[in-house]
């Protein structure tokens, strides 16, 4: 059997799609890619948008393409709330959804037998987190380790926790057997991620500061990084150890969504702009190098001229070291879809709007490392040119004789030119 596995949106996905490779891998079966013919072809589908649902669409589609008799398999979470849509379309022959993944090779001989595998399952129901390990990531440099499952706190635009179901957090002991395997096959950076990861630990009595510090015990991890992360994670406890881990990245990705008041309390966020804002003058004063980064949607329902000012001001004032921004996409069956909606065109300009500050923001925050030295984790070489990230989340460019990627080394930063950071080696 030749196999071949894609992920859409997160991490998370990326993740799962990795640990089915490595479980097929496992079974005997060979690992080919998606441009070329296989016998099975795996999508790890996303939903966070109506544009994920449409490229899912497309990839399953032209799975089917590449050969017309591969069994081909939808999972994640667009196969989890448009089961039903999916399973009627006529490129698709199984559908997992975002549970019984640990089962994905069993269900697909099934099928490849010609039954039809019972594979619905109520994922709101789901307790206990499912178990997957993959044998590294496709990048390099960096490993993901999944330390967490699902979401409880039902924002009003998002439909991940009904395709999620609620928290299951990992047993640490698991995500430090993980951290130690992937460090024996040469990672050296560990990225923790989930779909909630500020709730880890809600149903186990843990909390994410402790799987961070498990994790930096692991000879071999040499840096750590979190994924997007819920600004109310941090509590003067989790600052002032995070802090003290030297191993970890100086650089959280702090989900804002807003800079207003009133659009925050429609998005069904728990915090104010306020808060947020002390949380980011308490990071840096423990972590004052410390970048920060986030996402903020664009044109929420009722959202008017005056709420966006806000949140550019705020975005101004937060001095954010970028910013991810999102025109709104309404999801069918959340509560921010039944709301009277802003325009698409409206949306769209005020994105680019948002954008252009971004772009100013990366900037300064960037050239403002210009004379100092900072550490980087090169990830690959290209025409005498090494290129990694700095522990704070700068991409660093550098030229060199020798190759050097894979390596860990302190970079003077010299320039930014073009949009780039450029260094020399120290």
């Keep these: 059997?030749?196999?071949?596995?894609?992920?859409?949106?997160?991490?998370?996905?990326?993740?799962?799609?990795?640990?089915?490779?490595?479980?097929?891998?496992?079974?005997?079966?060979?690992?080919?890619?998606?441009?070329?013919?296989?016998?099975?072809?795996?999508?790890?589908?996303?939903?966070?948008?109506?544009?994920?649902d449409r490229k899912s669409r497309q990839l399953l589609r032209r799975a089917k393409r590449l050969n017309p008799k591969a069994l081909v398999v939808a999972t994640g979470c667009y196969a989890q709330t448009a089961r039903d849509e999916v399973a009627a379309m006529e490129e698709v022959d199984l559908v997992v959804g975002t549970a019984m993944r640990h089962k994905i090779y069993e269900l697909v001989e099934a099928a490849?037998?010609?039954?039809?595998?019972?594979?619905?399952?109520?994922?709101?129901?789901?307790?206990?987190?499912?178990?997957?390990?993959?044998?590294?990531?496709?990048?390099?440099?960096?490993?993901?380790?999944?330390?967490?499952?699902?979401?409880?706190?039902?924002?009003?635009?998002?439909?991940?926790?009904?395709?999620?179901?609620?928290?299951?957090?990992?047993?640490?002991?698991?995500?430090?057997?993980e951290a130690r395997r992937l460090a024996g096959l040469g990672y050296r950076e560990a990225v923790l991620t989930g779909i909630h990861v500020a709730s880890y630990g809600k149903d186990n009595g843990r909390g994410l500061i402790d799987v961070i510090e498990a994790v930096a015990d692991v000879d071999g991890i040499e840096r750590i990084r979190i994924s997007s992360i819920d600004p109310r994670a941090f509590t003067d406890d989790f600052i002032e150890r995070a802090a003290a881990c030297g191993k970890l990245c100086r650089h959280f990705h702090i989900s804002l969504q807003s800079g207003s008041g009133a659009v925050l309390k429609r998005m069904n966020r728990k915090y104010t702009p306020e808060r947020y804002l002390?949380?980011?003058?308490?990071?840096?004063?423990?972590?004052?190098?410390?970048?920060?980064?986030?996402?903020?949607?664009?044109?929420?329902?009722?959202?008017?001229?005056?709420?966006?000012?806000?949140?550019?001001?705020?975005?101004?004032?937060?001095?954010?070291?970028?910013?991810?921004?999102?025109p709104y996409s309404e999801r069918r069956g959340t509560v921010a879809a039944r709301m009277p909606q802003v325009p698409h065109p409206v949306r769209e300009e005020r994105a680019a709007r948002l954008g252009k500050v971004g772009e100013e923001l990366r900037e300064k925050f960037e050239r403002g490392f210009i004379g100092k030295?900072?550490?980087?984790?090169?990830?690959?070489?290209?025409?005498?040119?090494?290129?990694?990230?700095?522990?704070?989340?700068?991409r660093v460019h550098v030229r060199s004789g020798a190759d050097i990627a894979d390596r860990i080394a302190p970079v003077k930063i010299t320039a930014y030119e073009n949009g780039e950071v450029w260094g020399e080696l120290e």
């Design 373 to 394: 030295t900072v550490t980087v984790l090169f990830e690959q070489m290209k025409d005498g040119v090494a290129e990694g990230l700095s522990k704070n989340y700068i």
């Design 278 to 326: 002390d949380t980011l003058n308490r990071i840096r004063a423990a972590m004052p190098d410390c970048s920060v980064t986030t996402d903020i949607i664009c044109g929420f329902p009722e959202e008017t001229e005056e709420e966006f000012a806000e949140t550019v001001d705020f975005a101004k004032r937060a001095a954010f070291a970028r910013i991810h921004v999102f």
């Design 112 to 177: 490849l037998r010609g039954e039809r595998p019972d594979t619905q399952v109520d994922i709101m129901k789901e307790r206990e987190f499912e178990e997957l390990e993959t044998m590294g990531s496709q990048e390099r440099s960096r490993a993901y380790i999944k330390i967490q499952d699902g979401c409880d706190n039902f924002c009003s635009y998002c439909i991940i926790p009904y395709v999620r179901g609620p928290v299951r957090s990992r047993k640490l002991e698991n995500i430090v057997a």
């Design 1 to 52: 059997m030749k196999a071949a596995f894609s992920a859409l949106g997160c991490k998370v996905n990326q993740y799962e799609a990795d640990a089915y490779a490595a479980i097929f891998r496992e079974k005997g079966a060979e690992i080919g890619s998606f441009d070329e013919p296989c016998d099975v072809y795996v999508v790890n589908t996303c939903s966070v948008t109506n544009l994920s």
